[in-house]
Every structure is written in structure tokens, then in C-alpha cells.
């Protein structure tokens, strides 16, 4: 087995195949046919609402820190439902000035349209990830997503390392740490409505998270256009490994869709919101109150799309397991402890899968 030091095959860059227009997509990218997305068909007689009619919740955080309580507590009760449901939602007025949105995601937009031998400096392997990347997993002859990526960490501060941060464009290392910084501020607000809607003290989730020594780090997600958006997936279904995450989608083109039953939903990303949705740490914590939901990412032929994934994780080594408060004898623990760093070398090894791993935690009953 790989011990993580390196990738079974030399690295491919998607948009390298991407700008070389291929009229079709190598084997390597063909996903097998139940996994590929469903074309729509366009039948009109359905009575069901279509596709285009269904969002994941969207949350107006404004009245969430001013005097009006009776807003508040409706706020609150807004995320709770949106948690138990779908496990996604979207906020907006969240408080972070859409300018540093426009900023970072442009950034990152210019980074990826630097020449390849800039962009390769920062070349990543599977021992830390952090850097430019085109795959997840390192099983030889795995079938591969449609897009590259750039791993890296903002916390714990001995994780963060300038030097392993894009140079160009310049100024860009200021802006992806503002970006973090204030990303990293409104999760912790996210995490005491978590925590007061689980029934808990404010702080009890972000205690169990580590106190002040989370993790925190940007997967920043490019994919290019596809001949054959048909047959691939831009990411394959998943469940995010960490506690929470903050996704800023791109604003012009769609693309992630989350697994509601057996139907995947489009998001309809709202003007400068952020994609929130909960991980299998807080599946794990919450002893599955809260789901972590499967969700994917679907290309096109037409636009490239860029999106900002935020990950806020618990420390590294100390153990997860469910909170004692949410365990009793009619709702007993359904997760033995493990620690992150442990948890996530499953989809480091073993890529995408489904919610495959955290289904794999079960306690034995
Ligand atoms: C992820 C992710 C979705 C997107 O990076 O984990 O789910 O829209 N990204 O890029
Ligand atoms: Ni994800």
C-alpha cells in the first residue's frame, strides 16, 4: 500500500486536457453509468416540482446580534430546521463584506490562469496535500474527478506556512489571511447556534472542537470545462471529513448538488452567500442529530467554476466521539472515538466515497 509519500501515477493537470480541446473525455474520467449525473429531460407533464424549483434553506443572519429577541430565537429555529433537513443551508448577512468575496474568489481565479510552470512550484503529494493538486486518493488507476484544486492551512498556526501559499497574484497571500480570518470568526458564531440548538451551552461544541486549537484550512476547487460533462463528475460524491463547512460557490455558474433521498439538488448559490453544511465530526458529535449530507459536483461545457471550500475541523489528535449529553440509554453512542488526524487519512487514501467512512465508525451494537 502507498504510505502516503507519493502518487501511484504521474499527475495530470485538468486544465492542461481541459485547454488542449479534447473532443472527448480520457477513460481515466468516465465515471460508471450510475454514478454519472442524470441528464435532465425537460417533460413538462410531471406534476412533481422540477429541479429548478427546490433550494437548499437560505438564512438571513442580520437580526442574529441585535436587540430583537423574538428575530432571534426565529433565526435560530431557521438553522435547526435546516440542520435536521438537509444538513446544508445557505447564509447571507452574515456580516463578511462581499467585496472580500469578490476579492478572494478573483484571486483564486487569477491564480489558476498563471502558466503551468508557476502554478507547479507549489505541486502537492499525498503526505500533507497542501499545495496544487488533481486528485484526492492514491489508488493506483482510481478514476479521477474533473478538476484541480489548492490545499492549505490556516490553523493550527504551527500548520501555517506562507511559504507553501500561492506568491502570485501578488498581494494575494493578504487576502486569502484576511479571508480566513473572518471566515474563520463567522464559524465560531455558526458553532454556538449549533451548540445552543443541540441543546447545549454556547461553547460546549466549539470545547469539544479543541477550544481555540481547531483546525482550519481552504480547498479551493477549479474546474475547467468538459467535452463530455455527461460522463464525469467535477467532484465525486462525498461527505466533507471535517466539522463544518463554508463554501463560497462561484457567482456565475452553477454546479453543486446535494443528495436529497435518491434526487441530487442544484444549489442556486444566492448573491454573496455562503454555503454552509455540517461534516461527519459533528455527525459524529452530535451522535447523529445532525447528518453530514452527500453532496457532488457536476461540470459543463460551456464555463469554468471556481469555488472556495472552508473547512472548520476539531484538533487534530484528541478523540471525537459523541457528547455525553447527547448519548442515552434510548439514543446510545453510535460512534467509537477517533481522532481527526486519523479519520481523515481515509479519504486522503482512499479518495471520494460517499458517506462510506463515517457509516464505517459505527459502534458495534
Ligand atoms: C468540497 C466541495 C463543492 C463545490 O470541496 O468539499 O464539496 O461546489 N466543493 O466546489
Ligand atoms: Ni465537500
Known sequence: MNNLQDWPEPIVRVQSLSESCLDEVPNRYIKPPLERPSIKSSSSSSSFASDDDVNIPIVDLGGLYGKDDTLRASILGEISIACHDWGFFQVINHGIKPELLDRGREIWREFFHLPMEEKQKYANSPKTYEGYGSRLGVEKGAILDWSDYYFLHYL???????????????????????????????????????????????????????????????????????????????????????????????????????????????????????????????????????RSVEHRVIVNSAKERVSLAFFYNPKGDIPIEPLKELVTPERPSLYQAMTFDEYRLFIRTRGPKGKSQVESLKSPR
Not at 501555517?160 to 494575494?172: F, I, R
Not at 476547487?221 to 467532484?235: D, H, I, R, W
Not at 454573496?272 to 445532525?290: E, K, P, R, T, W
Open 156 to 290: 493550527p498556526l504551527p500548520l501555517k506556512d506562507y511559504n507553501k501559499w500561492p506568491a502570485l497574484p501578488s498581494n494575494c497571500r493578504e487576502v486569502i489571511d484576511e479571508y480566513g480570518r473572518q471566515v474563520v470568526e463567522l464559524c465560531g458564531r455558526l458553532m454556538k447556534v449549533l451548540s445552543i440548538n443541540l441543546g447545549l451551552g454556547e461553547r460546549r461544541l466549539q470545547d469539544a472542537f479543541g477550544g481555540e486549537n481547531i483546525g482550519a484550512c481552504l480547498r479551493v476547487n477549479f474546474y475547467p470545462k468538459c467535452p463530455q460533462p455527461e460522463l464525469t463528475l467535477g467532484l465525486s460524491s462525498h461527505s466533507d471529513p471535517g466539522g463544518m463547512t463554508l463554501l463560497l460557490p462561484d457567482d456565475q455558474v452553477t454546479g453543486l448538488q446535494v443528495r436529497r433521498g435518491n434526487d441530487w439538488i442544484t444549489v442556486k448559490p444566492a448573491p454573496h452567500a455562503f454555503i454552509v453544511n455540517i461534516g461527519d465530526q459533528i455527525q459524529v458529535l452530535s451522535n447523529a442529530i445532525y
